[in-house]
């Protein structure tokens, strides 16, 4: 099944118990309002598919996995109410993969910026191949990584998180992101990764569900009121995205890109 959407779309393929839900974006695999919300969607409906066993998460191309937000529905956001409902979009994804009973395996072929990393750390076991890179670019553009924050920190640590929050002009290899946690396995080349995704995801599919379901629950526990707190977050970001400092980089950034 392939749901279209402007400039991109979510396609989702399923076979022997395995469903795999790929996006995609022009723009280097950004993610404007509508593609997060199909995205959560899709997520959920699987979820409550009692047929599928688990779920694998990817997008298309072979560069950058997802470079997060999109600058142009950021730049065309013009009150709080706005914002809110753009960055509630990550919240929804977020908590979607968290609420699956399914084990959900990521795979990451290329950089993760801003929410990419959020997605990442969502999944609750990801595969990458060299070249996933990752930056949370969020504060230099004059917000913060306020929605996908506690699935990152409580992924790769506060400490991590915090390196990364801070130094949000820098990236961090591939390698630094396996020896923080936000991958479980780095692979030299993509063959080597999709290897490691199709072993476990066929091995996954013929493992109990209910035994995967308790021990999702657990390793989630803790997180039962982020339905309320990234939606704070979402607040925040929804606010900070109209001041003048980050429209002004924005609209920098946009006409960098047209030169």
Not at 96 to 111: C, D, E, L
Not at 239 to 257: A, D, G, N, P
Request: aromatic share 8%; proline share 3%.
């Amino acid at each position: 099944m392939i749901t279209e959407i402007k400039e991109g779309y979510i396609r989702t393929d399923r076979e022997h118990g395995i469903a795999t839900i790929e996006f995609f974006h022009p723009q280097s695999n950004s993610l404007p309002g509508r593609l997060l919300e199909e995205l959560a969607q899709t997520i959920h409906s699987e979820g409550v598919n009692k047929d599928t066993r688990v779920i694998v998460l990817r997008s298309a191309g072979e560069k950058t996995f997802c470079a997060g937000a999109s600058f142009d529905e950021l730049a065309s956001i013009k009150d709080e109410k706005e914002g809110l409902v753009f960055f509630s979009g990550f919240s929804k994804v977020i908590n979607a993969m968290r609420k699956t009973p399914q084990f959900i395996v990521a795979r990451i072929h290329g950089k993760c910026i801003g929410g990419g990393v959020g997605i990442a750390a969502a999944a609750d076991y990801a595969i990458s191949s060299q070249g996933a890179d990752v930056k949370l670019s969020e504060l230099a553009v004059g917000l913060g990584p306020f929605v996908i924050g506690p699935a990152v920190e409580r992924k790769i640590g506060l400490s991590a998180f915090t390196q990364l929050s801070i130094d949000a002009a820098n990236w961090r290899s591939a390698d630094w992101a396996r020896r923080k946690g936000l991958y479980a396995e780095l692979h030299p080349d993509v063959e080597g990764m999709d290897e490691s995704v199709e072993r476990l995801s066929n091995s996954l599919s013929h493992t109990n569900p209910d035994a995967i379901k308790e021990l999702k629950q657990v390793f989630w526990s803790g997180t039962e009121h982020w339905d309320t707190l990234l939606t704070e977050r979402a607040a925040i970001s929804g606010r900070l995205v109209l001041s003048s400092y980050t429209k002004s980089f924005i609209q920098k950034f946009k006409e960098k890109e047209k030169a």
